[in-house]
T-cell receptor, first 117, second 113 residues
Framework: KAGVTQTPRYLIKTRGQQVTLSCSPISGHRSVSWYQQTPGQGLQFLFEYFSETQRNKGNFPGRFSGRQFSNSRSEMNVSTLELGDSALYLC????????????????FGPGTRLTVL | ELKVEQNPLFLSMQEGKNYTIYCNYSTTSDRLYWYRQDPGKSLESLFVLLSNGAVKQEGRLMASLDTKARLSTLHITAAVHDLSATYFC?????????????FGDGTTLTVKP
């Protein structure tokens, strides 16, 4: 079974631009979560999508948004990029939503490393 | 606001020794995750602990959860070099029945021969 894929793997943008990152979950997984990892703030939850609906959102400004398509692929968008948005963005998929009754093991993609200049 | 504290943040061990990583959290939760991250790589799920008293073991790693003490431990038995990595715990909290994870700062483990 193919793992979680993320594109692109590396991205360089300048302040003020916007960026869209893509995540394809494991086949059959309907939950996709996004995380930001930085040296200063560590790992932080961005949002989770399940069946095309955003279930929960972390403490990030409205510049961070996402969506999920009917095939469970997900995109996240960051508008008006700031230097502090430089980070590794990870997505993870699971068969059930976070906190649902079963063991919601998450499988992570390789990440997209975003550098904002 | 849920806070998750891991300690120690850095751990240097000799091969063959045992040690424990601690994960404390500030508010009630009944679900805790442990992950491993190798340098420059993504996260790998190790354990999902679902209830008070849960214990899970995989190879030289054993994780436990005490929801009353708001504490999880990751015990390493007879460490080997391949266990060198950063280990994160994450605690689930709920907002209108939807869960979100809060991560600890990670414990960077170095196992020396």
């Amino acid at each position: 079974k193919a793992g979680v894929t993320q594109t692109p793997r590396y991205l360089i943008k300048t302040r003020g631009q916007q960026v869209t990152l893509s995540c394809s979950p494991i086949s059959g997984h309907r939950s996709v979560s996004w995380y930001q990892q930085t040296p200063g703030q560590g790992l932080q939850f961005l949002f989770e999508y399940f069946s095309e609906t955003q279930r929960n959102k972390g403490n990030f400004p409205g510049r961070f948004s996402g969506r999920q398509f009917s095939n469970s692929r997900s995109e996240m968008n960051v508008s008006t990029l700031e230097l502090g948005d430089s980070a590794l963005y990870l997505c993870a998929s699971s068969s059930t939503p976070l906190g649902s009754g079963g063991a919601d093991t998450q499988y992570f993609g390789p990440g997209t490393r975003l550098t904002v200049l | 606001e849920l806070k998750v504290e891991q300690n120690p943040l850095f751990l240097s061990m000799q091969e063959g020794k045992n040690y424990t990583i601690y994960c404390n959290y500030s508010t009630t939760s009944d679900r805790l995750y442990w992950y491993r991250q190798d340098p420059g790589k993504s996260l790998e799920s190790l354990f999902v602990l679902l209830s008070n008293g849960a214990v899970k073991q995989e190879g030289r790693l054993m994780a436990s959860l005490d929801t009353k003490a708001r504490l999880s431990t990751l015990h390493i038995t007879a460490a080997v070099h391949d266990l060198s990595a950063t280990y994160f715990c994450a605690v689930l909290s709920y907002n209108t029945n939807a869960g979100k994870s809060t991560f600890g700062d990670g414990t960077t483990l170095t196992v020396k021969p």
